[in-house]
C-alpha cells in the first residue's frame, strides 16, 4: 500500500524555520523509506486557498486519508487554533499512535502545551542546531517503519475495497499478458507494465483472451464508482481510476464487438482450437453472470476442466473455440487499447503502494496456469 505523511503547519511563525524547515525533515524521511521499499508521500493542509467554501471538508478528508499525522505545535504559550483543530481531529479518527507531534523548544516548552496534549509523546526540536534535519527525520523514519509492521496503519477496509479495483485490472492484464507472452502470471503482467515498448503480436491466439467484453468487471466498477462517490473515506483518484476504467472497458467494448460497426472487425479468425469447448457459465451455475462463457479443455478420459472463464455478447459462442489473429491494419488501435490499460494500471498502483492485493475471494492462488 502507499501510505501519506499529513503536515499541520504553522502559519504564524517564519517558513524557514518552520513550515519550510519541518516539510524537508518529512521529505527527507519519505525518501529513507522509499530505500526500504515502504512508500510515502506528503499531504498537507491547504489554508492557503482562502474562500474555497468546501476547505474545512477538503482538510479533514485528507487527514482521514493519511497515515501518520504530524503537527508543529510551536507558537508562545498556546499553540495554533488551526493546527489544534486539526490535532484534535486527528485523535479522534487515528489515535495517538499515529501522530508525531513536534515542537520548538525556543518558543514553547511541554508544561504550556493543553493538559491532554502534553500528558502524550512530544518531539522537541530547534530549526538552528546542526543535523537536527538528519536527527527528525530519522525519528519519523523509526516510527513510519513500525507502524506498518505492526500493521497498525493498513486500513483492511481500504484494502479490501482496494482488491476489487485489482481485480477488475488484473482480469484484463491476465488476457493481455497471455496474448503477448503466451502464458499469464504475475510475472508476465509486471513485464507488459514495465515495457516500454509492446511485443510485437504476429502469431494467433486463442479467441477468448481477446474478445472478453468484462462485463461484469464494467458493473462492479459502476457499483464501486457509486460508493466512492458518497463516501469521503475514499481519496478522489480512486474515484479518477474507476471513472478511467469505466470508460476503458466501454471502449474495449466496441472494439471487439461483432454488431455492425463503422470500423472493421480487428480479427482474422482461423481454426479451431483442439480439445477445447465453451458452454454458457449461465447453464452451468444460475449464479454466473448472463454473458459468462466457460472455456473447457479436453482431458485423456474424455472428461473436461475449466481452464478459464470469459464474458462474450453473443449467444452462441462459435468464435471462442478458435483461434485468431489481429489484423494489419487494426494492430495500431488493439495496441493503444494496450497501452490504454497500461497506464491505468501504473497509475493505480503508484497512488495505492505499488502492489495488487490478490483477493481469495477472486483468486485462487497456487493454481497452475493453464
Same mark, same amino acid.
Given at each position: 500500500?502507499?501510505? /501519506?505523511?499529513?503536515?499541520?503547519?504553522?502559519?504564524?511563525?517564519?517558513?524557514?524555520?518552520?513550515?519550510?524547515?519541518?516539510?524537508?525533515?518529512?521529505?527527507?524521511?519519505?525518501?529513507?523509506?522509499?530505500?526500504?521499499?515502504?512508500?510515502? +508521500?506528503?499531504?498537507?493542509? $491547504?489554508?492557503?486557498?482562502?474562500?474555497?467554501?468546501?476547505?474545512?471538508? /477538503?482538510?479533514?478528508?485528507?487527514?482521514?486519508?493519511?497515515?501518520?499525522?504530524?503537527?508543529?505545535?510551536?507558537?508562545?504559550? %498556546?499553540?495554533?487554533?488551526?493546527?489544534?483543530?486539526?490535532?484534535?481531529?486527528?485523535?479522534?479518527?487515528?489515535?495517538?499512535?499515529?501522530?508525531?507531534?513536534?515542537?520548538?523548544?525556543?518558543?514553547? *516548552?511541554?508544561?504550556?502545551?493543553?493538559?491532554?496534549?502534553?500528558?502524550?509523546?512530544? /518531539?522537541?526540536?530547534?530549526?538552528?542546531?546542526?543535523?537536527?534535519?538528519?536527527?527528525?527525520?530519522?525519528?519519523?523514519?523509526?516510527? =513510519? %517503519?513500525?507502524?506498518?509492521?505492526?500493521?497498525?496503519?493498513?486500513?483492511?477496509?481500504?484494502?479490501?475495497?482496494?482488491?476489487?479495483?485489482?481485480?477488475?485490472?488484473?482480469? %484484463?492484464?491476465?488476457?493481455?499478458?497471455?496474448?503477448?507472452?503466451?502464458?499469464?502470471?504475475?510475472?508476465?503482467?509486471?513485464?507488459?507494465?514495465?515495457?516500454?515498448?509492446?511485443?510485437?503480436?504476429?502469431?494467433?491466439?486463442?479467441?477468448?483472451?481477446?474478445?472478453? +467484453?468484462? *462485463?461484469?468487471?464494467?458493473?462492479? =466498477?459502476?457499483?464501486?464508482?457509486?460508493?466512492?462517490?458518497?463516501?469521503?473515506?475514499?481519496?478522489?483518484?480512486?474515484?479518477?481510476?474507476?471513472?478511467?476504467?469505466?470508460?476503458?472497458?466501454?471502449?474495449?467494448?466496441?472494439?471487439?464487438?461483432?454488431?455492425?460497426? $463503422?470500423?472493421?472487425?480487428?480479427?482474422?479468425?482461423?481454426?479451431?482450437?483442439?480439445?477445447?469447448?465453451?458452454?454458457?457459465?449461465?447453464?452451468?451455475?444460475?449464479?454466473?453472470?448472463?454473458?459468462?462463457?466457460?472455456?473447457?479443455?479436453?482431458?485423456?478420459?474424455?472428461?473436461?476442466?475449466?481452464? /478459464?472463464? $470469459?464474458?462474450?455478447? =453473443?449467444?452462441?459462442?462459435?468464435?471462442?473455440?478458435?483461434?485468431?489473429?489481429?489484423?494489419?491494419?487494426?494492430? +495500431?488501435?488493439?495496441?493503444?487499447?494496450?497501452?490504454?490499460?497500461?497506464?491505468? =494500471?501504473?497509475?493505480?498502483?503508484?497512488? $495505492?503502494?505499488?502492489?495488487?492485493?490478490?483477493?481469495?475471494?477472486?483468486? %485462487?492462488?497456487?493454481?497452475?496456469?493453464?
Amino acid at each position: 500500500m502507499k501510505y /501519506t505523511f499529513f503536515y499541520s503547519w504553522q502559519n504564524d511563525l517564519p517558513g524557514k524555520q518552520h513550515r519550510y524547515f519541518l516539510e524537508k525533515v518529512i521529505n527527507v524521511a519519505i525518501k529513507k523509506l522509499k530505500d526500504k521499499d515502504i512508500v510515502f +508521500d506528503l499531504e498537507k493542509d $491547504t489554508r492557503g486557498n482562502v474562500g474555497s467554501p468546501d476547505i474545512i471538508d /477538503t482538510i479533514l478528508q485528507k487527514i482521514n486519508n493519511c497515515s501518520i499525522f504530524v503537527c508543529d505545535l510551536s507558537a508562545e504559550h %498556546v499553540p495554533n487554533a488551526n493546527v489544534l483543530f486539526e490535532l484534535g481531529y486527528a485523535v479522534n479518527r487515528l489515535g495517538w499512535d499515529r501522530i508525531i507531534c513536534l515542537f520548538d523548544r525556543e518558543i514553547i *516548552s511541554p508544561e504550556e502545551m493543553p493538559f491532554d496534549i502534553k500528558k502524550n509523546r512530544l /518531539t522537541a526540536f530547534s530549526p538552528t542546531d546542526s543535523g537536527e534535519i538528519k536527527r527528525l527525520s530519522k525519528i519519523l523514519e523509526n516510527n =513510519a %517503519v513500525s507502524l506498518v509492521k505492526d500493521g497498525k496503519i493498513n486500513d483492511p477496509f481500504l484494502e479490501e475495497e482496494k482488491s476489487y479495483i485489482d481485480k477488475i485490472i488484473l482480469d %484484463v492484464l491476465y488476457s493481455f499478458s497471455e496474448i503477448f507472452y503466451g502464458t499469464k502470471s504475475l510475472k508476465e503482467i509486471s513485464k507488459l507494465l514495465e515495457c516500454s515498448t509492446l511485443p510485437e503480436v504476429e502469431q494467433s491466439f486463442p479467441s477468448y483472451l481477446a474478445l472478453n +467484453d468484462y *462485463s461484469s468487471n464494467l458493473e462492479l =466498477a459502476r457499483e464501486k464508482l457509486k460508493e466512492f462517490s458518497v463516501s469521503s473515506l475514499f481519496p478522489s483518484e480512486w474515484r479518477n481510476t474507476i471513472i478511467s476504467l469505466i470508460k476503458w472497458i466501454r471502449s474495449y467494448q466496441l472494439f471487439v464487438s461483432e454488431i455492425p460497426r $463503422t470500423n472493421p472487425f480487428p480479427f482474422l479468425i482461423e481454426n479451431e482450437i483442439p480439445g477445447i469447448k465453451v458452454v454458457s457459465g449461465k447453464e452451468i451455475n444460475p449464479n454466473n453472470p448472463a454473458l459468462s462463457k466457460l472455456v473447457l479443455q479436453k482431458l485423456d478420459n474424455d472428461k473436461y476442466e475449466v481452464i /478459464t472463464s $470469459t464474458e462474450y455478447a =453473443a449467444r452462441e459462442a462459435v468464435l471462442l473455440s478458435k483461434n485468431i489473429k489481429i489484423k494489419s491494419a487494426m494492430k +495500431d488501435e488493439f495496441c493503444d487499447y494496450v497501452k490504454g490499460i497500461k497506464a491505468i =494500471a501504473n497509475h493505480w498502483l503508484l497512488i $495505492t503502494g505499488g502492489e495488487f492485493l490478490l483477493s481469495q475471494d477472486f483468486y %485462487v492462488l497456487g493454481r497452475k496456469n493453464h
